[in-house]
């Protein structure tokens, strides 16, 4: 059997809890959970199991390379990556691809900052070589529906 470098108390106890909790948990108001609440007991069981065969799987020099900032962004990956497979529409997927984009039912200002507006739709579009999030609003005032779209990162 494979030294164990990587401590599976530290993985369990400390960095898949954490990270869990930071995900999950809505307590930072800047920070919202992107994965709805329906998915988060399959999605803490098969990112977990899906981290631990990707650490079986370290070879002893790459264990040895690993620091606990690699190792956590590498479970956020998977845990990411799993939550997309569970989830049932575009837009839940909008919101884990992008978890902190504004989403449906949030309410913004207008450009001029006095009319409010909710977003009522929201999708990815894509124009040559560029991906977009085009929002749909609705004016709180007199409901007239408008649309905005601005540059997704890479």
């Known amino acids: 059997m494979k030294k164990e470098l990587i401590s599976k108390d530290m993985v369990d106890g400390q960095l ?4 869990l909790s930071f995900w999950f948990n809505n307590e930072d108001l800047q920070i919202r959970s992107p994965f709805p609440e329906y998915i988060r007991p399959d999605l803490k ?7 631990y065969v990707w650490l079986n799987g370290l070879s002893e020099g790459a ?6 900032e690699m190792i956590g962004e ?7 990556e799993e939550g997309l497979k569970l989830v049932h529409t575009e837009d839940e997927k909008i ?8 989403r449906l039912s949030d ?24 991906v977009f999030l085009l929002i749909k609003l609705e004016k709180v005032s ?7 779209k601005f540059e997704l990162p890479k």
């Not at 898949?16 to 990270?19: G, R, Y």
């Not at 590498?74 to 990411?80: D, G, R, S, V, Y």
């Not at 919101?95 to 504004?102: A, V």
């Open 16 to 19: 898949v809890e954490q990270t």
């Open 63 to 68: 264990e040895k390379e690993l620091n606990d």
């Open 142 to 148: 007199d409901k007239t529906v408008w649309e905005t």
């Open 95 to 102: 919101s884990i691809n992008y978890p902190f984009l504004p």
């Open 45 to 51: 069981r098969t990112a977990t199991q899906a981290f």
């Open 74 to 80: 590498k479970f956020e990956e998977i845990l990411f």
């Open 107 to 130: 309410v913004i200002n207008a450009n001029d900052e006095s009319e409010k507006s909710v977003i009522i739709d929201r999708s990815v579009v894509k124009e040559d070589d560029v």
